[in-house]
């Protein structure tokens, strides 16, 4: 854990000006997989060592069934809470179903729509956890069982909070599940920066797609993002931003081949938060991916993500 240390001095020094959304239930057993289940615990404790108070995290409940009803099948639900998927249907989600999984799904479902109402009130909320982009209305794709953020969105917007929603999506993979579900939408605009020859093998279109490609690293990512922030901030006005900050673009990463520096990583965060905040418009954030050798990696990434968040919030506000 001493890789951590520059990081727990920089967070002692200073009061975290949001919240973080987190429970000891983001745990669920996969056996061996590559999904680093563990992550969401080391975060939580790297910030908890950090002396970040516990105050300033807030439990999250499981989503209703109403509220994954937004943008799921009532038949899709029913096979969750009984097991009763295909084998197919296990290979696509690519997660082995237990009943555990299921409550597991729910709750950060319920995480991430707290998360949603704590950024509109404070203008920045992170959940340690989150991000399911794959997730389609009636079945669940590439470890992703439902798609968190396309029902907070809607929730927001059938209860009157936003008119209008935006994803950025910095996930190493292509949004295309959101993408899916957000199309037919004209208050939620999804923008995916990702890369190309890698899952899913179908993308369908976001409102702004960024393909990248195998080997492409730091210069072409940070130029490509900012081609288009804070421009689309500006020309679409969202109320509300969910940002995906997926660490999985990170040049050891198991599942990915961008080459990017934990450095450009960081400037990636500070380029899709900094924009947003300066225009006072309030950011949710997300973990989403990370598939690094060393799950130490992918935790500092995500450290690095809620450093910027905060340094970001004490210059502005
Ligand atoms: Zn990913």
Not at 107 to 119: D, R
Not at 166 to 183: A, E, P, R
Not at 202 to 214: A, H, N, R, T
Not at 220 to 248: C, N, T, V, W
């Amino acid at each position: 854990m001493a890789r951590f240390s520059n990081l727990l001095r920089f967070f002692r020094r200073k009061k975290f000006p949001f919240k973080f959304i987190y429970s000891d239930d983001y745990w669920v057993d996969l056996g061996q997989h590559v999904f680093p289940v563990l992550k969401y615990r080391l975060v939580y404790e790297a910030l908890l060592r950090s002396r970040v108070k516990k105050e300033n995290f807030i439990l999250p409940q499981p989503a209703e069934d109403k509220d994954l009803l937004l943008v799921h099948t009532s038949k899709y639900l029913k096979k969750m809470k009984t097991g009763n998927l295909s084998d197919s249907e296990v290979l696509t989600l690519e997660l082995p179903y237990s009943k555990e999984l299921a409550k597991f799904a729910w709750l950060f479902v319920g995480g991430t729509i707290l998360t949603a109402e704590m950024a509109l009130k404070d203008g920045v909320a992170v959940h340690l956890g989150g991000g399911f982009h794959h997730a389609f209305p009636d079945h669940g794709e590439g470890f992703c069982v439902f798609n968190d953020v396309a029902v907070a969105l809607e929730k927001m917007k059938q209860e009157g909070k936003i008119e209008r929603g935006m994803v950025v999506d910095c996930d190493l993979h292509q949004g295309n599940g959101t993408s899916f579900i957000l199309s037919k939408k004209d208050y939620g605009f999804t923008f995916s920066i990702h890369q190309m020859d890698n899952y899913p093998a179908e993308k369908p279109s976001s409102s702004v797609d960024v393909g990248l490609w195998s080997g492409d690293g730091d210069e072409k990512y940070l130029s490509s993002l900012r081609e288009h922030f804070p421009r689309l901030y500006q020309q679409f006005k969202p109320d509300l931003i969910f940002y995906l900050a997926g660490a999985d673009p990170y040049e050891h990463d198991q599942l990915g081949n961008l080459n990017l520096t934990m450095q450009a990583l960081e400037e990636r965060d500070r380029i899709v938060i900094e924009e947003a905040r300066k225009l006072h418009l309030p950011v949710a954030i997300f973990l989403a991916g990370g598939y690094a050798r060393e799950v130490e990696d992918t935790v500092s990434i995500h450290l690095n993500t809620i450093k910027v968040a905060q340094k970001v919030q004490r210059k502005y506000f």
